[in-house]
């Protein structure tokens, strides 16, 4: 089975800290995701990564980056915390090219900022 | 945004009747993605449609594709208390890899 694993359920920071939100997957997908979910709005794409070292800003990107070092491995990040951030944070992942793109995601991070 | 609309936003029905989810676009969808999520899960994928008028079924449940690929449907028939979650239609643009997810329908089924 497809395993995103994303490394913090539940987080409570401080507005103006820097958060780091880690997601692994373990299927050699191509392309990965980072979402946000809020009440009424579904699931908005943050950025999401098509291959090492790329990034693709998608409908949210504003006071977020994001970073894919290693092939397994998408990091967002929220350079300085805002109370308007607090949310559940889902990572995504799936092949790219022309293969079924079907997407995987991981269990959620709930991120409060206070 | 890009985002796809989805009609009803919250449906309440009781459990046996049929309910139905539908979302909808401006621009013709090279393809549909539908997804359900359990309350306090992660979304998990349902199937995926691709041919101007299609329609697929798993059970209980038919997915309909547009003749126009701009709007699809859900329908469960007699609905049970398992089918209890939000669904998410999501599309992708051709030669695209992102997909862009409806702001889904929450469906509660009263025992």
């Known amino acids: 089975d497809v395993k995103v694993t994303q490394s913090s359920r539940y987080l409570v920071k401080r507005t103006g800290e820097k958060v780091f939100l880690e997601c692994v997957q373990d299927?050699?997908?191509?392309?990965m995701f980072w979402y946000r979910q809020d009440p009424g709005l579904g699931l908005r794409l943050i950025y999401f990564?098509?291959?090492?070292?790329?990034?693709e800003k998608g409908d949210i990107p504003e006071g977020y980056s994001v970073s894919r070092e290693k092939k397994e491995r998408f990091s967002l990040i929220l350079e300085s915390a805002s109370t308007n951030q607090t949310s559940m944070y889902l990572c995504?992942?799936?092949f790219g090219g022309g293969r079924r793109n079907t997407i995987y995601f991981g269990e959620g991070s709930w991120l409060t900022v206070v | 945004g890009q985002q796809v609309m989805q009609i009803p936003q919250y449906q309440h029905v009781q459990e046996g009747e049929d309910f139905t989810t539908y979302c909808n676009s401006s621009?013709?969808?090279?393809?549909i993605q539908w997804y359900k999520q359990r309350p306090g899960g992660h979304p998990v994928f349902l199937i995926q449609?691709?041919?101007?008028?299609e329609v697929k079924k798993q059970k209980r449940l038919t997915f309909q594709f547009g003749e126009a690929k701009k709007n699809s449907s859900l329908h469960i028939t007699a609905t049970q208390t398992t089918d209890v979650g939000t669904y998410f239609c999501?599309?992708?643009?051709?030669?695209?890899?992102?997909?862009?997810f409806g702001t889904g329908t929450r469906l509660t089924v009263i025992p």
């Open positions: 995504a992942s799936s």
């Open positions: 299927m050699d997908h191509e392309n």
């Open positions: 990564s098509y291959d090492v070292k790329m990034k």
């Open positions: 621009t013709t969808l090279s393809n």
């Open positions: 449609l691709v041919k101007s008028g």
């Open positions: 999501a599309r992708r643009e051709t030669g695209a890899n992102n997909l862009f």
